[in-house]
C-alpha cells in the first residue's frame, strides 16, 4: 500500500514563498501521475498541479500558473510544489495525491496524503 505524507506547510505573507514536499512510502511508485490539490474553508477540494511520474509532463489550474512549479524526484520517490508569489486565496489544505490507474487525466487520484496548512496573510 502506498502512503503519502506531505510537509513545508506553514504561515507566510503576501508575495511570500512555501515549498511543499510529498514522499511516497510503502512501496516504490511506479503509476502515472502524483498532483497537488487544495480545499479552502467552504470551499470544495480544488486540483492545484500534476506531474506525470514517468514524462515529467506537468499541467496546472490557471490561477496558479506562472506562481507555482510542481516537480518529482523520481528517486526519492517525491513530489514537489514550489509556490511563489502567494496571495491570501492561496490560504488553504494541501492535499497531496498519487494515481497508479491512469485516470489522472479525469482528475481522478486513488492515494491522498493527510494534507498540509498553508496559510497566506495579507
Known amino acids: 500500500q502506498l502512503q503519502l505524507v506531505e510537509s513545508g506547510g506553514g504561515l507566510v505573507q503576501a508575495g511570500g514563498s512555501l515549498r511543499l514536499s510529498c514522499a511516497a512510502s510503502g512501496r516504490t511508485f511506479s503509476g502515472y501521475a502524483m498532483g497537488w490539490f487544495r480545499q479552502a474553508p467552504g470551499k470544495e477540494r480544488e486540483f492545484v498541479a500534476g506531474?506525470?511520474?514517468?514524462?515529467?509532463?506537468?499541467f496546472y489550474v490557471d490561477s496558479v500558473k506562472g506562481r507555482f512549479t510542481i516537480s518529482r524526484d523520481y528517486t526519492k520517490n517525491t513530489v514537489y510544489l514550489q509556490m511563489n508569489s502567494l496571495k491570501p486565496e492561496d490560504t488553504a489544505v494541501y492535499y497531496c495525491?498519487?494515481?497508479?490507474?491512469?485516470?489522472?487525466?479525469?482528475?481522478?487520484?486513488?492515494?491522498w496524503g493527510q494534507g498540509t496548512q498553508v496559510t497566506v496573510s495579507s
Open positions: 506531474v506525470t511520474w514517468t514524462a515529467g509532463t506537468t
Open positions: 495525491a498519487a494515481d497508479d490507474r491512469g485516470y489522472f487525466s479525469r482528475g481522478e487520484y486513488n492515494y
